[in-house]
């Protein structure tokens, strides 16, 4: 029999008598049951590390897999995991008797039943989760018994439950090893972190493991545009929306992959520069997305729309918005080329501003244009707002980019862009926060640049705009008494950048 009514006489002496030993018990349920206690806390663990018992639970484990003893089974890995769990003995002793082995033993079996194990397959991979955390030795071992094909199987299960310590794995590999991050993001490694995302996207994930690995490997090092197109193969899924609207093009996990990308940005904004190479394959995304996006229908939500390539588009926005925000994040290196200034010279500018030109105006501007034959401002466009929020981004990354940038704010009023931003500077129920980031633009663009600023006072004298941000930027228009001609100056005043 198997199971609850195992007979515990049936297992060796050498591996009964030490764990009851231990616990002062005579029933292997109850031993594991008080070891999986005591081993839950850092004393207990170096207690039981002194008394050796590692190597005696690992051939526990064997003999139970042997045995098909499931709920046995479950018990004696879930204490191999607290052993391991920060104990540096344990952990040696766990590489030292070929510990790896024995749970991929484990792993193989579960992983490959019709209807996967998915409790042990977790505790398996908590059990190597934990030991890889005692350095690049154990993470060397690990990759070299794993890498790829067992990766590439564990990653292809489907489950919330396994996910996130495999992923747990791979980051602390990575981490440790950096050239275990390069053989992950090339060919065979690619289509093991394809999986994971693919779980992900489908299931979701409780830890932060996925997103550290993802950060690893896309924002710290030059590994996003290699995965971002291992996306469209293959292993993305065939869902990819309305061909008719150029949803084709992109996958689903390829915008997933974005989305995932902006958040960790976003969060850890102050963290991480983002390489060239990210950047301009975002940008080139970006790009691709605008040709093949509608603009003829009004906005029903914002991110994510169930539009894939809006959602691509949107996504990929939002990641240069944010990057073209971390300026002044760090020094560069010498004879290091600034990541802001190298989209800039591939065009960010124009083509962000060209898409904000062909906008229809925010709705309080078209309502106040109604009752006003006011020449200066064009409703000819027809583009309309793909998501809510698409006008404040591309606002903001205007805002961001002239930010002590001279030649920004003369590439923008000598593309006659400074009245189109004066326009931006209003609420919007579609665009949330369009104001503050109109405002942050305009601050960027009239400081230190007396050209902009003398069109932003002769616009406001002449009444073609009104503008009581002024004082709020520190700014008031003033006429020279001698050339009669308006200019601003400084006020005393304060400033904040929108946040969200």
Same mark, same amino acid.
């Given at each position: 029999?198997?199971? %609850?009514?195992?007979?515990?006489?049936?297992?060796?002496?050498?591996?009964?008598?030490?764990?009851?030993?231990?616990?002062?018990?005579?029933?292997? +349920? +109850?031993?594991? %049951?008080?070891?999986?206690?005591? /081993?839950?806390?850092?004393?207990?663990?170096?207690?039981?590390?002194?008394?050796?018992?590692?190597?005696?639970?690992?051939?526990?484990?064997?003999?139970?897999?042997?045995?098909?003893?499931?709920?046995?089974?479950?018990?004696?890995?879930?204490?191999?995991?607290?052993?391991?769990?920060?104990?540096?003995?344990?952990?040696?002793?766990?590489?030292?008797?070929?510990?790896?082995?024995?749970?991929?033993?484990?792993?193989?079996?579960?992983?490959?039943?019709? #209807?996967?194990?998915?409790? !042990?397959?977790?505790?398996?991979? +908590?059990?190597?989760?934990?030991?890889?955390?005692?350095?690049?030795?154990?993470?060397?071992? !690990?990759?070299?018994?794993?890498?790829?094909?067992?990766?590439?199987?564990?990653?292809?299960?489907?489950?919330?439950?396994?996910?996130?310590? @495999?992923?747990?794995?791979? *980051?602390? =590999?990575?981490?440790?090893?950096?050239?275990?991050?390069? %053989?992950? =993001?090339?060919?065979?490694?690619?289509?093991?972190?394809?999986?994971?995302?693919?779980?992900?996207?489908?299931?979701?994930?409780?830890?932060?493991?996925?997103?550290?690995?993802?950060?690893?490997?896309?924002?710290?090092?030059?590994?996003?545009?290699?995965?971002?197109?291992?996306?469209?193969?293959?292993?993305?899924?065939?869902?990819?929306?309305?061909?008719?609207?150029?949803?084709?093009?992109?996958? /689903?996990?390829?915008?997933?992959?974005?989305?995932?990308? /902006?958040?960790?940005?976003?969060?850890?904004?102050?963290?991480?520069?983002?390489?060239?190479?990210?950047?301009? =394959?975002?940008?080139?995304?970006?790009?691709?997305?605008?040709?093949?996006?509608?603009?003829?229908?009004?906005?029903?939500?914002?991110?994510?729309?169930?539009?894939?390539?809006?959602?691509?588009?949107? *996504?990929?926005?939002?990641?240069?918005? #944010?990057?073209?925000?971390?300026?002044?994040?760090?020094?560069?290196?010498?004879?290091?080329?600034?990541?802001? #200034?190298?989209?800039? /010279?591939?065009?960010?500018?124009?083509?962000?501003?060209?898409?904000?030109?062909?906008?229809?105006?925010?709705?309080?501007?078209?309502?106040?244009?109604?009752?006003?034959?006011?020449?200066?401002?064009?409703?000819?466009?027809?583009?309309?707002?793909?998501?809510?929020?698409?006008?404040?981004?591309?606002?903001?990354? !205007?805002?961001? =980019?002239? *930010?002590?940038?001279?030649?920004? +704010?003369?590439?923008?009023?000598?593309?006659?862009?400074?009245?189109?931003?004066?326009?931006?500077?209003?609420?919007?129920?579609?665009?949330?926060?369009?104001?503050?980031?109109?405002?942050?633009?305009?601050?960027?663009?009239?400081?230190?640049?007396?050209?902009?600023?003398? !069109?932003?006072?002769?616009?406001?004298?002449?009444?073609?705009?009104?503008?009581?941000?002024?004082?709020? @930027?520190?700014?008031?228009?003033?006429?020279?008494?001698?050339?009669?001609?308006?200019?601003?100056?400084?006020?005393?005043?304060? *400033?904040?950048?929108?946040?969200?």
């Amino acid at each position: 029999m198997v199971g %609850e009514s195992l007979p515990e006489f049936n297992y060796p002496k050498d591996v009964l008598q030490p764990l009851l030993s231990t616990s002062n018990l005579s029933s292997l +349920q +109850q031993a594991q %049951e008080i070891l999986i206690k005591d /081993s839950r806390a850092a004393v207990g663990r170096a207690e039981l590390a002194s008394k050796n018992i590692l190597p005696t639970v690992l051939k526990l484990v064997e003999s139970l897999h042997r045995a098909s003893s499931q709920e046995y089974l479950m018990q004696a890995t879930k204490l191999l995991r607290n052993l391991c769990a920060g104990e540096v003995a344990n952990q040696n002793s766990f590489v030292e008797h070929n510990g790896i082995e024995t749970v991929l033993t484990v792993l193989r079996s579960a992983a490959l039943l019709s #209807d996967p194990d998915f409790g !042990i397959i977790r505790l398996s991979l +908590q059990v190597l989760a934990n030991v890889s955390l005692a350095g690049a030795e154990h993470q060397q071992a !690990i990759w070299l018994k794993l890498f790829p094909n067992e990766f590439f199987i564990l990653a292809s299960i489907c489950s919330l439950e396994t996910s996130d310590p @495999l992923c747990m794995i791979l *980051y602390t =590999c990575c981490d440790g090893k950096p050239g275990l991050a390069i %053989e992950l =993001c090339r060919d065979p490694g690619l289509p093991i972190v394809a999986g994971i995302i693919w779980t992900v996207a489908s299931v979701g994930s409780r830890e932060d493991w996925f997103k550290l690995l993802l950060s690893r490997l896309c924002l710290e090092d030059i590994h996003f545009p290699a995965l971002f197109f291992k996306l469209c193969e293959g292993n993305a899924s065939e869902d990819r929306g309305n061909t008719a609207l150029g949803d084709n093009v992109f996958s /689903s996990e390829q915008a997933f992959l974005l989305r995932i990308i /902006s958040e960790i940005l976003n969060e850890r904004i102050n963290e991480v520069r983002v390489p060239n190479e990210t950047a301009l =394959c975002v940008l080139g995304i970006f790009k691709r997305s605008v040709s093949i996006v509608d603009f003829g229908a009004r906005a029903k939500s914002g991110l994510p729309t169930g539009s894939t390539s809006v959602d691509v588009m949107g *996504y990929s926005l939002i990641i240069l918005r #944010d990057i073209c925000a971390q300026d002044s994040l760090g020094d560069l290196k010498k004879d290091s080329v600034d990541v802001v #200034d190298l989209l800039l /010279s591939n065009d960010l500018t124009n083509v962000i501003l060209s898409l904000l030109h062909d906008l229809e105006p925010p709705a309080i501007i078209r309502k106040t244009l109604k009752d006003s034959e006011n020449g200066e401002l064009n409703l000819g466009s027809t583009k309309l707002c793909p998501y809510k929020g698409f006008r404040r981004d591309l606002v903001a990354i !205007i805002g961001n =980019c002239a *930010y002590r940038r001279k030649n920004v +704010q003369d590439e923008i009023r000598q593309k006659s862009g400074i009245l189109l931003l004066l326009q931006q500077r209003v609420t919007n129920d579609d665009n949330p926060y369009l104001r503050e980031w109109g405002i942050w633009s305009l601050r960027n663009l009239l400081e230190g640049n007396a050209e902009n600023q003398q !069109i932003v006072a002769d616009l406001q004298l002449q009444g073609s705009v009104d503008m009581p941000e002024l004082a709020r @930027l520190g700014l008031k228009v003033e006429v020279d008494q001698n050339t009669h001609r308006a200019k601003l100056v400084n006020i005393p005043g304060s *400033y904040t950048k929108p946040v969200e």
